[in-house]
């Protein structure tokens, strides 16, 4: 991908309620797309990854991302949140280069 | 294995020290990176090393020098820094993944929280 964009810089949810993570992108080729999560002073974590086998991917942690190419988007969603899952989210998009390109990050809040 | 290994997890130095970040991986990667991350932005990429070569400098400053010994090592050694530079620095590798149609994901190590002082 050439560009990211995660719409949503802060997601509050109540824990047990769906959680939606939304990212676009944009690129001029078939782009590898990946959602990575980092829990404070950590490393990023990598959640899934979608290099154009199945649109629908499923990940760890009960996550799961759909490519959509006609509204360029690759959104993160998750049935039911846990306490565990507050942490900050990112979408990657990487191309023909050693390079990969990051969103801003989605903090992701999950109350009692 | 499926691990990044960073060392130190912490390190405070002055702005007159010389110290080393290592980073160590045993997945058989290709091509092995730095990034330094500030609070509450993303990762940015400071180096990458592809077949132990240097093939990007993000622009880095001179008082940061990379070194890839091997393929499974990568160092960032680190000279006269200013206190901006404090940041959680950032190793990862890949599968070399040049081809459009094969480009792997980043196995990120946990990091080195450095303060310069």
């Known amino acids: 991908a050439q560009s990211v964009t995660q719409l949503d810089s802060h997601v509050s949810v109540s824990e047990g309620t769906p959680v939606l993570l939304r990212c676009n992108y944009s690129s001029s080729y078939s782009p590898s797309l990946f959602w990575y999560v980092q829990h404070p002073n950590k490393g990023l974590q990598l959640l899934l990854k979608y290099t154009s086998a199945a649109t629908l991917v499923k990940g760890i942690n009960g996550f799961e991302a759909e490519f959509k190419k006609s509204e360029t988007s690759f959104h993160l969603t998750k049935p039911s949140a846990h306490m565990s899952d507050a942490a900050e989210y990112f979408c990657v998009g990487s191309g023909n280069t050693d390079k990969l390109i990051f969103g801003t990050g989605t903090r992701l809040q999950v109350f009692p | 294995d499926t691990e990044v290994t960073q060392t130190p997890k912490h390190l405070v130095m002055g702005m007159t020290n010389k110290k080393s970040l290592k980073c160590e991986q045993h997945?058989?990667?290709?091509?092995m990176y730095w990034y330094k991350q500030k609070a509450k932005k993303p990762p940015e990429l400071m180096f990458v090393?592809?077949?132990?070569?240097?093939?990007i400098n993000e622009s880095v400053p001179s008082r940061f020098s990379p070194e890839c010994p091997n393929s499974s090592l990568l160092n960032l050694h680190l000279h006269a820094l200013q206190p901006e530079d404090s940041a959680l620095y950032l190793c990862a590798s890949s599968q070399e993944g040049r081809t459009p149609s094969r480009t792997t994901e980043a196995f990120f190590g946990q990091g080195t929280r450095l303060t310069v002082v």
């Open positions: 090393y592809s077949y132990e070569k240097l093939s």
């Open positions: 997945m058989g990667h290709r091509a």
